[in-house]
């Protein structure tokens, strides 16, 4: 029971903290913190280390492209409203746009970095303010937390844009079933989306198999 506790404030310190310098700006230092913690996380995620990095490289290659190819996007820095979230080579986009001209866009920017499969959540409307990113940064940090002892939280990504929850990462239909719940009875959660991927009973090692009971 203490260590379960342990882990929830744990996980809970550091989303706060990588929230908070995500809103900042300070790349540099979430770069950091995430090192630290990358030891626990590449221990329980599904995805391989080699995956995790070709994800980071996929999202970071796909926003560059953008930035490169839509100089329209400088006015305002409108390219700081839209997000990149890769997981096992599948690319989500979130964020906001001023027209559909500019989403489909940003889709055949996204195609040309080769990921797996892209998913263009992308809204037409104003950018997001400061108040509601920093609401979806606490709902992201609360199902974060609310994971632990239901489903390992290591092993699900959870993205949220304007109170809309999206769950990504490689896992049983059990383990999607009780993030999705989770995530589903968040106080200040609109809606959810699942992209999921999903792997059968029979692949899980014994250790993993017993945690799905």
């Given amino acids: 029971m203490l260590q379960k ?3 929830k404030l744990t996980l809970l310190a550091s989303s706060l903290i990588l929230s908070s310098m995500t809103l900042q700006g300070c790349i540099p230092a979430v770069i950091a913190v995430s090192a630290a913690a990358s030891g626990a996380y590449v221990a329980h995620n599904r995805n391989s280390p080699s995956g ?3 994800d980071v490289n996929l999202a970071y290659d796909a926003r560059q492209q953008m930035i490169k ?3 329209q996007l400088e006015q305002g820095r409108a390219y700081n409203y839209i997000n ?6 599948a690319l989500l986009i979130t964020g906001q746009v001023a027209n559909q001209a500019y989403k489909d866009q940003i889709t055949r920017i996204t195609l040309a970095v080769k990921p ?7 809204t037409l409307s104003a950018p997001q303010s400061t108040s509601q990113a920093i609401q979806d940064s606490w709902i992201t940090t609360k199902v974060k937390t609310r994971m632990v002892g239901k489903v390992d939280p290591t092993r699900v990504k959870v993205v949220t844009q304007n109170g809309i929850v999206y769950l990504l990462g490689i896992i049983t239909p ?6 999705t719940q989770v995530a589903r009875t968040t106080d200040g959660v609109r809606k959810v989306v699942k992209v ?3 792997i059968k009973q029979q692949k899980l090692s014994p250790e993993e198999a017993k945690q799905q009971l």
């Fill in 116 to 122: 797996r499969v892209v998913y263009n959540q992308l």
């Fill in 52 to 54: 995790v990095w070709n």
């Fill in 69 to 71: 190819k839509m100089p």
């Fill in 5 to 7: 506790k342990s882990t």
């Fill in 174 to 179: 059990f383990e999607a079933a009780a993030a």
């Fill in 196 to 198: 999921f991927d999903y």
């Fill in 84 to 89: 990149f979230t890769a997981y096992n080579g």
